[in-house]
Every structure is written in structure tokens, then in C-alpha cells.
């Protein structure tokens, strides 16, 4: 990797990071990745012949680590690759750029040109002082618009999502997207749908607990076993009564399936079983008639011996 460089004594000289590092792209990389963007920053100004395998023993990172941080730079737009070699790239002009993209970005002034943005302009501005100490990246404007747009979040959702970022310390775009996708598909707008939406997400969450404890569960329960959960209650309207009541007979099988659970409960959802005494009354009934062929099955065994027994005598005459 070959850098440009300025004579400077290392005594006088310094090493100037943009702020903007500190809020686009450092919260998403590696802390080796960040080691190795630094030295190269720092090398940059010394014209020199740098080689992977001296960063490697340099930076105490294995040779491997070096390759996938330069290739990480690179994907990043930070490391430009040129027939002579690397060079950095200004930080501060890619940002202006991604803020000037014609169709997906605004600045604050922008939002605040009509009377319908105002109002998502005070919330940034919320969002802003709240999470990020006055000090939030210029490219957070845009997404936070196109979220408004993409998703049609009220101003307290947005401020909600944030929060939720926040308090799961996982405050980048990445996760605030991948949040915002999961409420969208939730048909989440206003606040009072995200205050049901955890309110559903709650009575969930002591559901497992429970039916965790009743399995008698060493493991957590998994994402997949959630899914039959929510299916229980927000789809076939059950509590805990009528779901115990498909543990038990889970419970006699020799390995717990919550696919089998489902369905039982199933078919009781099916057969329009809605309380625990319908779910009894249809148990009861299945079990009289189980007894009942096992009669029929019983008797006609009997009668094919007796049958066998006649031509037995038959033939000893």
C-alpha cells in the first residue's frame, strides 16, 4: 500500500480526525478495523511504502484481520484503491454529497419550508437533543424523512423508535431499520398501535415464563416457539387455561414438541372450542368414543376366537 506524504517532525506534527468519522462510521466498525483506519490516517502523510505484514506486526493484528479491515475501508468508501496503490478519502466531502443527493436527502432548513414538515422538524430537532447531545450526523436528516414517508410514523413513533434504539445501546441506522421494518409489518402508525403492540409483545413475554416453567424448560424458548405462541393467543383468542390443558397431554410424550401442541390447539381452534369446559366436553367425548371402539374392536376379536375355536372342534370330531 503505497501513502503520500509530508515531511513533518512526529514532535510538532498531528493527526487531524473529522467529527464526522466519530458519528457516520465508527459506531458500526470494528474496533480492529478502527485501529487499522487510524494508522493509515496516521501514515498517510509520510510518503512510504507501506505492506500489510508491517501493519500486521505493527498494529499486534493477525495478517488475515489487516486484509478485511482494508477491504471493510474500501467498501466503505474511505479507502480509494488506484493503480498506485491507496488513497483516503475526504470524509467530510462524501458526507456533503450523500446530504445533497437529490432525492433522498434534507437538511433541517429544507424540512422546515412548509408547514406539514414542521412539525417532524421539532421532532428531529427532539431526537437530536435527546440521543445524540446536540450532535447528530447530517445524514441522519434523511433517513429520518424517508422513514416518516416509508413507513408513515406518527412523531411520537419516530421519537419511540429512537428510544428503543437507545435503550438497547444499538443507536446506527442498521438497527433503527431493521426495527422499523418489524413495526411496519406490526402495522404500527400512531402510538397507540406501538402501546398495544407491546402490550401484546408483554402478555407474550410472561407466556413463555410460564409455559417455560410448566415444560419444566432448561433452554430459552426459541423465535420459531414465540411464533406458535403469539398464533395462540392473538390469532385463536386462548389463555393460559386452555393452553395448560395441551401441555399436559404434551407433557406424556416423551420429548416436549411444540409442533404437536400446535396442533392440538389447533384443531380445538378448528372444531370452534373456545373455553375450557367446551375443550373438556370434546376430551371427554373423544375419550368416550376411543373406549367405545376399543369395545367394538375388543368384541369383534372375541368372536373371530370363538369362531376358531368352533372349527378347532369341528375338525376333532
Known amino acids: ?40 490516517l496516521f501514515l498517510s502523510k509520510h510518503n512510504s511504502e507501506i505492506k500489510i505484514n508491517d501493519l500486521s506486526k505493527t498494529l499486534d493484528l493477525d495478517f488475515p484481520t489487516v486484509q478485511d479491515a482494508i477491504k471493510y475501508w474500501e467498501g466503505a468508501g474511505l479507502f480509494i484503491k488506484n493503480p498506485n496503490g491507496y488513497s483516503l478519502a475526504n470524509l467530510q466531502e462524501i458526507e456533503l454529497n450523500k446530504l445533497y443527493h437529490p432525492k433522498v436527502s434534507l437538511s433541517p432548513k429544507d424540512i ?20 445524540f447531545s446536540g450532535t447528530m450526523a ?83 424458548l426459541t423465535a420459531y416457539d414465540e411464533e406458535y405462541i403469539i398464533k395462540w393467543t392473538e390469532n385463536y383468542k386462548y389463555d393460559m387455561d386452555i393452553i395448560e390443558i395441551a401441555l399436559k397431554r404434551a407433557a406424556t410424550k416423551n420429548t416436549i414438541n411444540f ?15 373456545s373455553s375450557v369446559s367446551d375443550v373438556n366436553a370434546y376430551l371427554d367425548s373423544a375419550k368416550t368414543k376411543d373406549k367405545k371402539i376399543k369395545q367394538v374392536k375388543q368384541m369383534a376379536l372375541e368372536y373371530t376366537q370363538s369362531t376358531f375355536d368352533n372349527w378347532d372342534a369341528l375338525y376333532d370330531n
Open 1 to 40: 500500500m503505497k501513502l503520500n506524504q509530508s515531511d513533518k517532525s512526529f514532535l510538532f506534527s498531528s493527526t487531524e480526525i473529522p467529527d464526522i468519522f466519530f458519528t457516520e462510521y465508527l459506531p458500526e466498525a470494528k474496533s480492529e478495523f478502527v485501529k487499522v483506519y487510524f494508522y493509515v
Open 112 to 131: 422546515e419550508k412548509n408547514a406539514e414538515s414542521q412539525a417532524r422538524a421539532k421532532v428531529i430537532d427532539s431526537i437530536n437533543s435527546q440521543f
Open 138 to 220: 447530517p445524514s441522519w436528516y434523511p433517513d429520518i424523512e424517508l422513514w416518516f414517508e416509508k413507513y408513515g410514523f406518527d412523531e411520537q413513533v419516530m421519537i419511540a423508535l429512537f428510544s428503543y434504539a437507545f435503550e438497547n445501546r444499538a443507536l446506527h441506522p442498521n438497527y433503527l431499520r431493521t426495527v422499523a421494518e418489524g413495526w411496519n409489518r406490526e402495522n404500527i402508525k400512531t402510538y397507540n398501535d406501538l402501546d398495544l403492540y407491546f402490550e401484546r409483545r408483554e402478555k407474550t413475554n410472561i407466556l413463555k415464563k410460564k409455559i417455560a416453567q410448566k415444560l419444566n424448560l432448561s433452554r430459552n
Open 259 to 273: 409442533e404437536y401442541i400446535d396442533t392440538l390447539l389447533s384443531d380445538w381452534h378448528n372444531k370452534g372450542l
